[in-house]
């Protein structure tokens, strides 16, 4: 069967899968979600004009006269009072700037002896003030429909006064990880078995990706046992991913199962290296990533399939992965009918990522990832990547 392009996966993600529905959800449940409306302030910013400095409000066309200071403002705390000519009044930075000032003296400039000020340089109108306004006026969209929702966003909300925000429903993801040889960590390990890597790694992945805790089952390989799993996996879940048992041996029967679940098969083996088997279907709506089992075949399926269909699912704007440009620091071999998705280091040189090849890159080998920052995109060809060629990364 002739291995699927990687684009052409990445183009049938988006024709076979539909966004999720909307909610409407207070600010601090809004992390990580997707807007499906954008967020306008609610209030102008900044919303007086304040002081930027700590020094003294005056009129800058008193030039360098001395004055008297006639009241203070801070933050939060306005002055009563407003300045007219030869008078200054002590400001703090964020304090309201009083009526008839038009500029603040940083207090760096300005010699003070009891309630008389000298300025040792001249201040310009404007000098030291922030505008109301200047920033946002009320009603400016602070951010797109399809943006996800970063730490700073929500922060730029808050400030503007927004306290809730529509977003796509997160999507719920339950994962299967099939196999008898697979053994949990901490329990003995017989001989021919395996500890289970899958597990750990898809739970680590959703949760540090902001989808939460998603329920994990272990599954025998046998058919009814699997098809009882996946069946309530695809009731409960939006996102049901497997690991194992999705290429030709016997007891594969991840597509099987699905296909008698009535999951349409959209494709089934990309050209890619590692993570070739990779299944997809979708049934009503909901999504079903058949990951093969090597571990490291998962976690690049994770870091580029994965993030691609969840972020349809949530109606993203950008649903790939944010490829970077780097530099290979080595020549590297390429893959004639396969897409090489390949661990390296990355370091920082000539502000351009320098990305080096590690070692035990095969598909059942994890141990480079302490290592690994940047999984780097080789696309199939002949000849190998020389040196000093750039490429396609992304952070792992
Ligand atoms: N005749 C062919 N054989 C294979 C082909 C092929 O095209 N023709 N493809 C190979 C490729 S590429 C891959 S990748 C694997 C994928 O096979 P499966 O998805 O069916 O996965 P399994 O056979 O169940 O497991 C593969 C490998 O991974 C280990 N494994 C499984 N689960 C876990 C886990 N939870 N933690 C750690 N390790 C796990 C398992 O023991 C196997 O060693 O197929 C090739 N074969
Ligand atoms: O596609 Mo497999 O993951 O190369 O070993």
Redesign the pocket.
């Known amino acids: 069967m002739a291995l699927l392009p990687l684009a052409e996966a990445f183009a049938r993600y988006k024709t076979s899968l539909e966004p999720l529905g909307t909610q409407r959800v207070p600010l601090e449940l809004a992390l990580g979600a997707v807007l499906a409306e954008a967020p306008r302030a609610r209030i102008a910013l900044p919303r007086f004009t304040q002081s930027a400095l700590d020094g003294y409000a005056v009129r800058s066309c008193d030039g360098q006269a001395p004055r008297r200071v006639v009241g203070l403002s801070a933050a939060g705390e306005p002055s009563t009072a407003s300045i007219g000519a030869g008078q200054a009044i002590r400001i703090f930075t964020g304090g309201l700037l009083p009526d008839g000032a038009d500029s603040v003296a940083r207090q760096e400039i300005v010699d003070r002896i009891d309630d008389e000020i000298t300025l040792n340089d001249v201040v310009a109108a404007g000098e030291g003030v922030r505008y109301e306004g200047e920033e946002l006026s009320e009603g400016t969209a602070i951010a797109e429909v399809g943006q996800r929702i970063s730490a700073g966003m929500l922060a730029a909300m808050a400030m503007a006064g927004v306290d809730s925000v529509v977003v796509r429903r997160r999507p719920r993801v339950a994962v299967l ?3 008898d ?2 053994v949990r960590v901490g329990d003995p390990l017989p001989p021919a078995k ?1 500890y ?4 750990p790694l898809l739970r680590a992945w959703f949760v540090e990706n902001g989808y939460g805790e998603p329920m994990v089952a272990y599954v025998r390989d046998d058919e009814a046992a699997l098809e009882e799993a996946m069946s309530a996996a695809l009731d409960s879940a939006d996102l049901v991913v497997t ?7 016997d007891r ?1 029967f991840v597509p099987v199962v699905a296909d008698r679940l009535g999951v349409h098969k959209v494709f089934w083996k990309v050209a890619q290296k ?4 990779l299944w997809f279907g979708v049934r009503e709506g909901k999504a079903l990533l058949g990951m ?4 490291a ?1 998962v976690l690049v399926c994770l870091a580029v399939h994965a993030r691609a269909v969840l972020g349809h699912l949530e109606g993203e704007t950008s649903v790939q992965p944010a490829w970077r440009q780097g530099v290979l620091e080595g020549a590297v071999e390429a893959d004639g009918e396969r897409d090489r998705l390949v661990r390296m280091r990355l370091d920082m040189g000539d502000a351009m990522a320098r990305l080096s090849l590690l070692p035990r890159q095969e ?2 080998m994890l141990s480079n990832l302490a290592s690994a920052h940047a999984l780097v995109w080789l696309p199939s060809r002949d000849r190998a990547f020389d040196a000093g060629e750039k490429v396609a990364w992304i952070a792992i």
């Open positions: 990880v099939t196999g040889e697979v395996v289970d890597a899958n597990g690991s194992g048992g999705v290429s030709v041996g594969d590692p993570g070739k088997p093969p089992g090597n571990p075949a598909s059942h």
